[in-house]
């Protein structure tokens, strides 16, 4: 966040700061631009600044060390991190300064080129202190302010600060929500975005920029949300907005109504509903920047080479819950694409049933915390075998992204509710790009395949946006089924972890009986359950084995079942079988469980719901399971 013209701009920002502390963080930061306050008596202003790295004690410990901040600061930054490029260290903590140390930078998203701008701006001969991609848009400015005209921002005309970030911008591919303060224009906030949210707020004497509602509650009403690629510029009780190319445009109004409570949750009624609506987000995030220009794919710490990977025989994938189901997912797409060999396995099993591991054997370990104890153990033990262990997890530095070969990081944000949602949709989303990785690799799958690939999952944001705004009629097929205590989801190929995850998510959130199970199963034994008033929900929509997904289902209507289908839009030959159906967009089969799994996320939310329970903190469970 950022703050001018308040008059206690450290008690702001750190106040703020806590604010937005429910969110989760490892570090927290702040930059105070000094000898802008009332006795700072017009000399030079400069840049005092602070970090820390202690997890959730962050920002206590900041306040501790901005007792010897100077006083007569009025305007600054502040910034608490979740790691996503680089690990949590106080060297990484926001705010980055330049070369010059003139100039402060906070940044929430991820600066997608910014190998590429690193190496370019190395070579002009600016060193970096820090392993975070936010750190080259500092570098970015300071070169863009050096070429702005002498005399700009120092009267009426433009901004030279202003000035720079859009001509800094125009280099810039990614997401971001970024504020600036530079010590030539001490009052001045630059502000800019794109996909990452930034909200302004203006006082009568102050101005505010902030990534998230809660942080300037009560500080004012006059609030306004940035939209893409416009550039704010904030003075104490004024704001002027333009877009990348400096041309004014007016500033859209937030009308905010909401308390802390609400607005922490983004205004939704829980996180578990916020969280399923940041998915388009998480998906969008967790894709940028893998797609280099030369067409070579990129995980994030990667300390397997070429060499090694193709040296692979086999890949093991471990996990448990909501993760294992992703890994189901990663099984299909990894022996398509790549033509390897893949088991996968509980996590808690694993290292008790003595797989057959070596030297040329991939483990992949699935797990949104990096820390589930099980997979942990699982990993430790195909270790101590000699194969080389890979893990894909939310969170940057966690246990197992420490002790793992190779890390390939899902960029979902921290998520709060227990029950997995926009994890879980990362995941899978970074497992197909593993896939592809390891197709790339060993040759199975050309330049244009992967290119033409990578263009349908970057399409996958968009129709999940369509999904969401479906979720209404979601609820309404929850309202019909309402009744019912006994739910059996079924699907065939990818539409199987799809059930799985369905049926997971209804006992956790609704706590009814609910079993996942792939349909060509059923006659095996469990059709013996069904009967009038069993749900039945299938994952309907047009994979691989769509026919004969249509003749298990068949069986059980017969059987006196209600059937709920997730279907293709415009599928009427599907949804002909149907009681219910939830349509979701067409996508490429082994990407459709990404699409398919959020109707069934909105029936388990809503059958919670109506039974009165917490869909965040359901019985018996814990976000991090940390005991076998
Ligand atoms: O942090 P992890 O991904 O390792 O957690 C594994 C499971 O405990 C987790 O996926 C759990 O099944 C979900 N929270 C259920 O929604």
Redesign the pocket.
């Known amino acids: 966040m950022g703050v001018t013209g308040a008059v206690d701009a450290v008690g702001v920002i750190l106040d703020g700061l806590r604010r937005l502390e429910y969110r989760g963080y490892d570090s927290a930061g702040i930059v105070l631009v000094e000898g802008t306050g009332s006795s700072g008596g017009g000399g030079p202003a400069r840049l005092w600044r602070a970090r820390q790295a202690g997890g959730t004690k962050s920002v206590a410990r900041l306040a501790e060390e901005v007792s010897g901040a100077p006083a007569d600061a009025t305007a600054g930054l502040g910034h608490v991190r979740w790691a996503t490029h680089g690990r949590p260290t106080a060297a990484n903590a926001h705010p980055h300064l330049d070369c010059t140390g003139r100039l402060a930078i906070v940044h929430n998203g991820i600066i997608e080129n910014h190998l590429e701008l690193s190496a370019e701006l190395r070579q002009a001969g600016h060193a970096f202190s820090s392993e975070t991609d936010t750190e080259v848009v500092a570098h970015l400015l300071e070169e863009a302010l050096a070429s702005v005209p002498p005399g700009s921002g120092s009267g009426p005309g433009p901004s030279a600060l202003a000035v720079a970030v859009r001509a800094a911008l125009s280099r810039v591919e990614g997401a971001f929500a970024l504020a600036v303060v530079h010590d030539g224009e001490p009052d001045l906030l630059v502000g800019a975005r794109r996909v990452s949210p930034l909200i302004v707020g203006i006082t009568e004497d102050g101005g505010l920029l902030a990534s998230d509602i809660p942080a300037l509650l009560g500080r004012t009403r006059h609030l306004y949300a940035l939209e893409d690629d416009q550039v704010v510029e904030v003075r104490p009780g004024s704001l002027q907005v333009t877009d990348l190319g400096g041309r004014p445009v007016e500033p859209r109004p937030l009308r905010v109504d909401w308390d802390l409570e609400a607005a922490e949750k983004g205004g939704y009624d829980d996180f578990m509903a916020k969280e399923i609506h940041e998915q388009p987000l998480a998906v969008r995030e967790t894709l940028l920047g893998r797609h280099l220009p030369d067409g070579s794919l990129m995980l994030d710490e990667m300390r397997l080479s070429g060499a090694e990977l193709r040296d692979v025989d086999k890949v093991f994938i471990v996990?448990?819950?909501?993760?294992y189901h992703a890994a189901m997912v990663a099984k299909y797409a990894i022996e398509h694409w790549a033509r390897l060999p893949v088991e996968i396995d509980i996590a808690s099993e694993f290292r008790y049933r003595d797989p057959v591991l070596d030297r040329r054997t991939l483990v992949i370990g699935?797990?949104?915390?990096?820390?589930?104890v099980d997979?942990l153990q699982a990993l430790r033990s195909a270790h101590r075998c000699g194969s080389k262990g890979l893990v894909v997890t939310n969170v940057v530095d966690s246990s197992m992204a420490r002790e793992s070969d190779a890390v390939l990081y899902t960029r979902a944000g921290p998520e709060i509710g227990?029950?997995?949602t926009k994890?879980h949709l990362a995941q899978i989303v970074a497992l197909e790009v593993l896939a592809l990785y390891l197709g790339q690799l060993r040759g199975t799958l050309s330049p244009d395949a992967i290119a033409e690939l990578l263009d349908a999952m970057r399409a996958l944001p968009d129709q999940l946006e369509e999904v969401l705004r479906r979720g209404p009629d979601v609820a309404r097929v929850a309202e019909g089924v309402a009744g019912a205590r006994d739910f059996f989801y079924l699907g065939r190929h990818v539409g199987y972890p799809v059930a799985l995850e369905g049926a997971?998510?209804l006992k956790?959130l609704s706590y009814l009986r609910a079993e996942g199970y792939p349909a060509g199963e059923l006659k095996h034994g469990p059709i013996a359950l069904i009967e009038p008033g069993t749900v039945v929900v299938g994952v309907a929509t047009r994979t691989r084995l769509w026919e004969k997904l249509m003749s298990n289902l068949a069986e059980v209507k017969a059987r006196g079942a209600t059937v709920v289908l997730v279907v293709n839009d415009g599928d009427e030959e599907t949804a002909a079988q149907a009681d219910a159906v939830c349509p979701v967009p067409r996508t490429r089969p082994l990407f459709s469980p990404v699409l398919d799994v959020v109707p069934l996320q909105f029936l388990a939310y809503h059958l919670a719901r109506s039974r009165g329970l917490d869909v965040d903190r359901p019985r018996n469970l814990a976000?991090?399971?940390t005991v076998e």
């Open positions: 996990g448990c819950g909501s993760s699935i797990s949104q915390s990096g820390e589930t997979t227990v029950a997995s994890t997971l998510k956790e976000k991090v399971v």
